[in-house]
Structure formats: C-alpha cells, structure tokens
C-alpha cells in the first residue's frame, strides 16, 4: 500500500475515534482531519474543494432558514398542545401524538430540527403533567430517525445519497422509502405503549389542566405564519418537480429561503442566518475533505472490491451485507460520517461490475437511518435530544437509551431485510 494511502487511513481512523468519543466537538476535529489531508499533500486544495457536496449543504441550510423563520411563528408549540388536548389529556394517548407529529415533520423539515422544536414543548407539556420527560424524549428520538428515513430531506444520509446519485429524485425516495418507514412505525406503536404506559400516569386535575389551555395563544404571528405555509408548500413541490425543472434540491431549498426572506423584510434576515447550524454545516465540510483522501488514495476501491469479493457479487447478499453493516455501523459511529464513507464505495461497486445499484442505496439509507436509532451516539438528532435534556436535569445515560433502542433497531432492520428482498430482489 502506498504511503500516501497509510497517511489517509491513519489520519481517518484517529479523526473518527476523536469524533466517537466527543471529548472535542466534532465539528472542529472533523474540519481538522479535512485540513491534515490538505496539508499533507495527501489531496491538493481544488480537489478537497471538489469533493465538497455543496448540493448537501444548500439543501440543509435553506431548510434551516425556513424552519427558523416559521418556528418563530409558534407553530410547532400549536400544534404539540392542540395534540395533547385531541388527547383528552391522556399521557398515552400524547405520548403517540407527539411522537407521530415528529415522525411526520421529520420527514419534510429534517429530523435535527424536528427535535429541536419539539423538545421544549414535550418538557412544557410533561411538566404540567408531572410525569417522566424520559418516556417522550425516547420516543421521539425513535420516531424522529424513523420518519426522516421517508423522504430525501428527512435525513442527513438521504440528503447525501440523494446528492450523489443524481438519478433518485424526491419522489423516488418517498416511494422507496415511506412504504417502510410506515410500516416501521406502525410496529413500534404498540411497543412504545406496552414500554412506558406505567411510567407515565398522571391524575384528573393536572388532566384538566391540559384541556385548559388554549393552543390559539401561541401563534404569535398569523401573517408571518400564512406566508411561511405558503413558502414551505411551493418549497416541497419544488422537491417533487426539482428533475423535470432541471434544478438540483439545494436550488429548490435556497429559493424557497430566500423568497421568505424577502417577503419578510431584512430584519428577520439576521435572525434567519444566526439559527442556521453553522457547526453542522462545517462539520459536513470536514467529513467531506476527510473522506477525499480515502478516495484519491485508492482506499475506498479496495474495500468496494473486498466487499464484492465477499459476496461474489450476488445482489442479495451484497444488499444485506450493506443494510447489516450500515445499521450496526450507524448504531455507535453517528451514520453521517459513516455515509459519508459508504458512498463512495458504492459507487466503486457500480464500476466493478455491479449492475443494478439502486437496492444498494435504499439498503443504505435504511440501514443509516434506521441503525441511528441503535445508540445514544447513533445519530445527530440523538445527540441533540440528549444535550437538551441534560440542560432541562433529565439527563440521558448511554446505557439507559441503549436498552430500549438498540432492540427497537434490530427489529427494524429485520423488517427492512424482508422488504429489501421481497421488493428489489426477488
């Protein structure tokens, strides 16, 4: 192997355990890793730069300015207390709502934000309920990572696949994805119910005390609203024309930001642009750099190779392999970095003599988002609930997520074999 081709692994390896074990934020280690594979030689500047998928990053930085202007609305608050009051005020029966409304948003805002809206309204909810938060934020994790798999936009790893793979559109991935997903969810209700039924009893008094409120107080902003609505809805549409409109999803996103940037006036501009994750947004830049260097080097063809050798090629057993591997993978490594790395390595496989591609991405998507749900560290959306509700004093032990996710993972990836095989392979 040439030396170059050690210097990329080495440095790969060390950046990814730094990343796993959160010591530093990762954002910094991973910019670090991008800049030692320039700075090594080990990829010129315009080469890294080349490797930057800026389609990723416009994508999730005009969603990012949408949902952050229509946040300031009060619309996700709305719509978590008009849930828990069609709930009669029943733990439960919330418990499911709220749930399902971060699958679904999930889907079509990206589970990072989904969470990051719905978890001060979970703990505002259970606070005057007096339960556990523990139950809500658990499931909701779940069902976040569950309903991003949906869609092209629901997901980091769908985000970057459908990036790379020009060819999978918006509604490719609704039709190959949603089936799934809904089926996942469907099974994991009754779980969710038999799990935390008894954690979360509550009496009739602080019942009432739901039904009291009066969810039309929290929009803030009704012409604000109506205008966001309207963005957002010529915004998803767009996702679905983006190929026959020849516009790639970041164009589509970065116009719907920048139409609702101007019908609201330069004074939400500000606003707009400091909400935007910037510490992702750069976090995506490093890995990106950083997984460069595997490429260049010729490290990614050897493993597409090893991996076909494994499998003689067959396109069943080489899906599962990456459906298994992705999902175990994603469970303890944060699947963004790891996709990062998978993609490349298929579309090496597709020079190799791999015909048919396309059950491999779905295989990967799957068992990237879905296996987010096997750890603590499994996903972005995980890590933020966790961060969120240490601050609240309900933190989230490693172990005490691992005992209810990990199983609910393997069931999913166990459902997504058959469905993988039944629909692609057969």
């Known amino acids: 192997m040439e030396q170059q081709a050690i210097w990329a692994i080495g440095i790969f390896l060390v950046i990814y355990a730094l990343i796993i074990s959160e010591k530093i934020h990762r954002t910094i280690i991973a910019m670090i890793g991008g800049l030692l594979m320039v700075g090594l030689g080990i990829v010129d500047q315009e080469t890294a730069l080349h490797h930057i998928d800026f389609n990723t990053l416009g994508l999730l930085i005009g969603m990012m300015i949408i949902v952050s202007i229509t946040a300031d609305t009060g619309l996700f608050k709305y719509i978590a207390v008009w849930a828990a009051k069609k709930s009669k005020g029943n733990p439960v029966s919330i418990l499911i709502a709220l749930a399902l409304i971060t699958a679904v948003a999930s889907a079509f805002l990206d589970n990072v934000t989904t969470v990051l809206l719905m978890v001060p ?217 790891f996709v990062a790395t998978m993609i490349p390595m298929i579309q090496e496989m597709g020079n190799m003599g791999v015909s048919d591609l396309e059950p491999l991405w779905w295989s990967l998507a799957l068992g990237a988002c879905l296996g987010g749900n096997g750890s603590l560290i499994g996903a972005s959306a995980n890590l933020i609930v966790a961060g969120m509700a240490g601050k609240e004093g309900h933190p989230i032990k490693f172990m005490q997520y691992l005992k209810y996710g990990f199983p609910l993972m393997i069931l999913s990836i166990v459902i997504s074999s058959f469905y993988v095989y039944f629909r692609y392979l057969m």
């Open 121 to 337: 309204v979970t703990f505002s909810i259970t606070r005057q309920l007096r339960v556990p938060p523990l139950p809500f934020l658990l499931t909701q994790i779940i069902a976040s990572n569950v309903g991003g798999t949906a869609t092209l936009i629901g997901d980091p790893p769908n985000i970057m696949i459908g990036s790379a793979v020009k060819e999978l559109t918006f509604l490719d991935f609704i039709i190959n994805l949603a089936p799934i997903a809904v089926i996942v969810l469907i099974v994991y209700i009754p779980i969710f119910i038999l799990l935390f039924r008894k954690q979360i009893q509550t009496t009739p008094a602080l019942t009432k005390s739901i039904m009291d409120m009066d969810e039309k107080e929290l929009i803030t902003d009704s012409k604000l609203l109506r205008k966001c609505l309207a963005v957002l809805g010529l915004t998803i549409v767009g996702f679905f024309l983006h190929q026959t409109l020849h516009l790639e999803s970041a164009t589509v996103a970065l116009a719907g930001a920048f139409l609702l940037l101007l019908l609201t006036g330069e004074h939400m501009m500000e606003t707009a642009f400091t909400k935007v994750e910037w510490t992702t947004i750069f976090f995506f830049v490093g890995l990106f750099v950083l997984v460069s260097g595997l490429v260049e080097t010729g490290v990614i063809a050897k493993l597409a190779a090893q991996a076909i050798e494994l499998t003689n090629g067959d396109p069943v057993a080489t899906s599962l392999l990456i459906l298994w591997l992705s999902a175990i993978a994603s469970a303890f490594l944060d699947n963004i970095p």
